[in-house]
């Protein structure tokens, strides 16, 4: 195995191996430190290499938001990771941006990034993410995310359908891709405050 290691200097582009089946045992979802930040750059850069975002946002959304951030790893070995925190409603961040805040009218969660290495794909290991920050999604009536590379039918697993794509959206989807695509889902939640 060859895992992304917060202290690693091997190249990704190089090689990802598989992992063997007793060691998914061990692979589980914990919150992201800010040392992680290097090793989710490395699988950033790996699985979205159209869509770069800087160290910087990385590290800012762990700062600010850090219940949100979650990487999948056994010990300091990274296999992936999921950022996300509250927004104003439709109002997504554009790609590579900072964000200075989480805005005090933040009234809906969005998913803003989840990325598995294909060496751990295909385990459930999105689906166990997914559920604990919807978790955290709770107290929002719901969650959006912006679908790339044609996951929607992924992504409506967990409830999301499409939502409104009116021309501002539209101006903000076209910084993720062609196939960049708006999702909310209505957060089953009793006493949502936003
Ligand atoms: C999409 C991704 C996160 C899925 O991770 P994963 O750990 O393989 O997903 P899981 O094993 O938890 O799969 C859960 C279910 O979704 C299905 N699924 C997985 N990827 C899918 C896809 N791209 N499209 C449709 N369904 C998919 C699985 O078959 C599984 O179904 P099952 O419960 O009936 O067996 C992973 O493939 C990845 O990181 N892809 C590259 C980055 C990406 O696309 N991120 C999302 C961009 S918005």
Redesign the pocket.
């Known amino acids: 195995m060859l895992p992304i290691h917060r202290f690693s200097m091997v190249q990704p582009q190089l090689y990802w191996p598989g992992i063997t089946s007793n060691m998914h045992s061990t692979v589980s979802w914990r919150p992201m430190s800010g040392k992680d930040v290097s090793a989710v750059m490395l699988i950033a850069d790996e699985?979205?290499p159209g869509l770069p975002e800087r160290a910087s946002v990385f590290a800012e959304r762990v700062d600010l938001f850090p219940e949100g951030c979650l990487v999948l790893a056994t010990g300091d070995d990274v296999y992936?990771y999921i950022i996300s925190h509250p927004i104003q409603r439709r109002c997504p961040p554009a790609l590579d941006t900072l964000l200075a805040e989480i805005p005090r009218a933040a009234d809906q969660y969005y998913?803003h990034?989840?990325?598995?290495?294909?060496s751990?794909?295909?385990?459930?290991?999105?689906?166990?993410?997914?559920k604990k920050v919807l978790g955290v999604a709770r107290s929002y009536r719901s969650t959006c995310?912006?679908?790339?590379?044609?996951?929607?039918?992924?992504?409506r697993?967990f409830g999301f359908e499409r939502g409104t794509d009116d021309a501002g959206m539209s101006a903000k989807l076209d910084g993720y891709g062609k196939d960049a695509t708006y999702l909310e889902r209505h957060n089953v939640t009793e006493g949502a405050s936003c």
Do not use: E, M
């Not at 751990?120 to 997914?130: E, K, T, W």
């Open positions: 699985i979205h992936g998913i990034d989840l990325a598995i290495l294909p751990c794909q295909g385990h459930g290991f999105a689906a166990d993410g997914i995310l912006i679908s790339v590379y044609g996951t929607f039918s992924f992504w697993r």
